[in-house]
């Protein structure tokens, strides 16, 4: 151990830097394939737009303490960083800096935009792993990956020309979900309905004779333009007669006929729907159904076209507000009413979806969903906690077909090469090999460069990301490099349930058909971060702390820990500050108790029996609880081991042991009890090491003499066995002995330095000199009771009596012992009282029944030791 004194205070801002500095330039970080098993976590890329926030705290913790654990453990740990394009997300981060600089994207080539997107992209794209460095986290920088970079871009192609090849991807023309901000359709699941109060207007389409027609009731009137049909149900008494017949449709006057289907509710409104194919995908499978016309009336822009004659140009909603108006002038709207409803909105921007038919790319997916539920139904994935296990069947047998196609500049373009003239297209990795797949299939004609163009549309993020476990190991460019062989498939994932389609069932999926083998083995779902009132946090709400702030304010360690503390898998955390200051007191206490230690004097003495006693005890503890460390692991139970850690340092080691063997003052201490006590908290913090790295390599590294690179993170937890007699009954009668001395002494407001007797008829089954040392007492072994008024307490079967008659106020005692027997009086009751019901005795189980009984022993024991009390203290007041 160091002999310079550790500082009174330690600063977890310059411990921070000094050893996440020296831990990179020691490539503490860095993995080479080699004879160890392979532990492998990819990591969630967050988007290159991203910066740190709550959840990416909880989340890169937890991986932290698996990656750091396992490399502790005789692992060849790897974790793999990187980030996302966010095709949706950068394009319009892109588009809004353009447009502060004056340049509208409608302006610029396709090329010129990427150039833009690709220097904000160095800019800005890699601050979120800057960040994440700040809260400690292993990975392995080296790896860094990114999806758009030309290895993963590759992967994706390579993966979309498979994919068609075998038929499984396919072009169609359906009803899309259609972000007017973002200008591009997106996926259902990201759509996100929000619960909203909506205006259901009665129109009037009057018949094709002039006279009365039916009543529609319709939430967007501002589609009416692109109606096509009415529909009511045949079994519908009301309207059967109209069957066949036509109506004019409202303000443009134009003539629809009138089906029928049972398709139509006919308890809805008013029991007739008007069909709009383009702009409704129930209205688009009724329009296939009936071979009726698909007429637009939106475009891309959320703009009325040109067949809303007045109102072309004008925004959907303030055309609706003007349609409205001029409904009712002539006298077409018959009434409005209150509906409850939702409203789809698009994930990224907000913005009110808009159903729009286009022509786009889809993967099928019902063969790959049934080989991803049977891969988690037979446990080759495990969930972590199992109970969505559940979710992950409902998307699985529910799932609909991926579009994967987006109207984007900045992502990967999809590889789908149109030849001039002709609806044909094919699919190749480059111009060059679609030209001469081209030719080989139209022979008859002489095709060149620019007789082919390749779709404009990017692949979906998402088709990047399904790639990841084994894209960033090159694993389908170069199936046979050593990376791949060796780190795939991964260990674990962290993640949170929320894409748990999105991204974790698609992954399964293409690790499954791409490389024969499911992506990783567990899956661990963190809860989702939410503040006191349990909202979600978000910038918006502002109820979200800046994670780096907090840690600024109270050290990577104590922000971790205090995230860690109360994150069980798969629960939600409601996030406190307090939680950071528990965090940073716990800190506090291990310095001190480091400080207390480097303090020690020490003699070439032999070690004391009671501090012999301590040890013995203390290193049996620390197997036991190491044990449960082990179990909460293997379980998947992180907040878990980190308690278990935690009371072993806090209570067993700073509260016990080095208060049972700490010299007297200014006395010193052997040299073998230091020694040891430096062990137990080198061990210690090789244990602690995952959750709190940068204070437990502050310390380790003083304790031994260490070579220039080494560090607490490499080094093999190895806790020493106790082999000799187990000293844990013995001790807990310690603990519990000496906490009913100290209780009463302060009750009593006694000094600890003030010697007590402690009475008792037989010697207590533990250490008598440990027993006076931490309790302050002198022991008496006597058949009789002290003199006068005693405290007095019963551990086990044995009572004990602590000489009290000069010490208290006789009659604030007697008040006190008067008001708990009466309280025990009154329990004793009540448990009798559901003791002698026959029914409860009857029909509850056997072990209620024995908890009863045990409540009906106990009080009637503390009724008789408080009323000996009390007559104690009335003989005193006699006196």
Known sequence: MSTSSPVQTYNPNEAENKWYSYWEENNCFKSTPDDRPAYTIVIPPPNVTGILHMGHMLNNTIQDVLIRRARMTGKN?????????????????????LKEKGINKSEITREEFLQHAWHWKEEFGDTILKQLKKLGCS???????????DDLSKQVIKAFIKLHKEGLIYRGKRIINWDPEAQTNISDEEVIYKEITSELYHLHYVAEDGTPGLVVATTRPETIFADVALCVNPTDERYTEWIGKKVHIPISGKLIPIISDEYVDKDFGTGVLKITPAHHVNDYALGEKYGLPIISCIDKKGKLTDIAGEFSGQDRFLARKNIRKKLEEIGLLLTITQYPGSIGTSERTGSVIEPMISKQWFLQMEKFALDAQKAVDNGEVKFHPEKYINTFRHWMENIRDWNISRQLWWGQ?????????????????SLEEALDIAKEKNTDISLSHEDLHQDEDVLDTWFSSWLWPFSVFNGLNDPNNPDFLYYYPTQDLVTGPDIIFFWVARMIMAGQHFTGKAPFKDVYFTGIVRDAQRRKMSKSLGNSPDPLELIDKYGADSVRVGILMSSAAGNDLLFDEDLMLQGRNFGTKIWNAYRLISGWETEEISMKSHEK????????????VYEEVIEHFTAYRISDALKSIYSLIWDDFCAWYLELIKPGFQQKISVETK?????????????L?????????????????????????????????????????????????????????????????????????????????????????????????????SESFVNGI????????QKIDVEEELRK?????????????????????????????????????????????????????????KSLQKE
């Open 689 to 789: 090491h995952p959750f709190m790295p940068f204070l437990t390599e502050e310390i380790w590294q003083t304790l031994s003499k260490r070579t220039p690179g080494e560090s607490i993170m490499l080094h093999q937890i190895q806790i020493p066995e106790y082999n000799g007699k187990s000293l844990l009954n013995e001790f807990q009668t310690l603990k519990s002995l000496t906490t009913a001395v100290r209780n009463i002494r302060q009750k009593a407001g006694i000094s600890p330095r003030e010697e007590l007797q402690l009475i008792t008829t037989n010697e207590p089954e533990t250490d008598v000199f440990s027993l006076e040392k931490l309790s302050g007492i002198r022991l008496i072994i006597s058949e009789k009771k002290p003199e006068g008024f």
């Open 675 to 687: 020694k040891q006590a430096v062990q137990f908290l080198e061990k210690l913090m090789e244990i």
């Open 77 to 97: 740990a790897c974790w793999v960083p990187g980030t996302d394009h966010a095709s949706i997300a950068t394009e319009a981060k892109v588009v809004a800096r």
């Open 613 to 624: 006693y301590a040890s013995d005890w203390f290193l049996e503890r620390m197997n036991v």
């Open 413 to 429: 373009q999809i590889p789908a090469y149109y030849i001039k003239n002709t609806d044909e297209y094919v699919v190749a990795e």
């Open 798 to 805: 044995v009572e004990y009596h602590i000489p009290m008659t």
């Open 139 to 149: 990975c392995d920088w080296s790896r860094t990956r990114f999806t758009m970079e």
């Open 817 to 873: 012992a008067i008001e708990a027997l009466e309280y025990q009086k009154g329990f004793l009751q009540s448990v009798q009282k559901k003791l002698s019901n026959e029914k409860f005795v009857a029909g509850a189980p056997e072990a209620v029944i024995s908890a009863e009984r045990k409540k009906e022993a106990d009080a009637l024991e503390k009724i008789t030791l408080f009323t000996a009390k009390i007559n104690e203290l």
